[in-house]
């Protein structure tokens, strides 16, 4: 079999649905982001704005972050040295995962290599060592849910997306013994939706489920110190399992869990992506913590997201542009066609200097190609001027209105 050929051809696939990933070589300039150095093909670097970013609150050039990686570094060197098991837990690890129980006001945390193992790991131990297992997840849950469902073997129902009836309905017909584990995130990533954390608790409670929300694009940014959607709202207490991610708002990399002294201490045990794996250099975990206990009682940056993401969404408004009106901080701009999308953001490279990547296939639903814009504390109202200004003129140019409301 000529191997190269067969692969080739899988590529060549991608093309042909417009889906193929490009993805842009940016250097980040530390103290000026959302600016950022775009290397192109031809060995140039041009200077662009930054709208895609998940570093909300711009944490990852914060100066008592920054400084906690340098002091780590010099304490004790590049790596951890080792798994968590053999020879790699440092105390900066302990911390952390205090930290971060402390964050939920849960007994434990414990701390993973990203958000996306964080899921993978708990879940596929949850849903596994539960017997007769069933998880009840949404339609919308991210890859890593499905990941960690998938590795625990444990049946698996789908729910509509945030369909409180559709979930019950679901709940109603299982048997009452049957230990149940329902799966969701409090911000969905590409829509900007919010679950309904309480109703969903609440039928964990008349069903016996356990709950199981990622909280990757709330923590940091919501809640009076930062916890997510579930500090807001008050909810806490009433969802067994929240994960969350050092990758967005704080600014970093990391995953992590938190929960009751048992459950925690069970994924520790048994998740084999947390086991087998060289656990998180001292830089990385001093970085985060420093950011994690700053965003519990700094207001500022979460204020300057927030007023942003209102002024982009009215100034959006005022141009009638197509963007998913929704509760949270991610504003998904739909174009509505692989093609178009892609275009769109190619000359707001090429022409604006602006960079956002274009969402298509698989990550949203054919028909729903979209902008994922995140305007952030680092953003002003000039970047936003500029941002819309130039949409405006690509949607009336390219008669972009049509894709959106088909
Ligand atoms: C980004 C993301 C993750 C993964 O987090 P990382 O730390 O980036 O690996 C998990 N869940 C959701 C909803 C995400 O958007």
Known sequence: MDYDAFFQNKIDDLHKEGRYRIF?????????????????????????TLWCSNDYLAMGQNKVVLNAMREATEKTGAGAGGTRNICGTTPYHLLLEQSVADLHHKQAGLVFSSGYVANQGALSVLAGLLPNCVVLSDEKNHASMIHGIKDSRADKLIFKHNDLDHLESLLKVLSKDRPKLIAFESVYSMDGDIAPIKEICDLADKYGAMTYCDEVHAVGLYGPRGGGISEEQGLLDRVDVLEGTFGKAYGLMGGFVTGSAPVIDAIRSYAS??????????????????????????????????????YLKKTLDREGLPYLKGPSHIVPLIVGEPTCCRMVTDTLMQDYNIYVQPINYPTVPRGTERLRLTATAAHDAKHIDLLVGALSELYAANHLMQYAQA
Do not use: W
């Open 273 to 310: 992506s947390f086991i087998f794996t060289t656990s998180l250099p001292p830089a990385l975990l001093a970085g985060s913590y420093a950011s994690v206990e700053y965003l519990k009682t700094s207001e500022i940056e979460r204020a300057r997201m927030k007023k942003n993401v209102a």
């Open 24 to 48: 842009a070589p940016l250097e980040r300039l530390c103290g000026q982001f959302p600016k950022a150095l775009y290397h192109t093909s031809d060995g140039d670097k041009k200077e662009v």
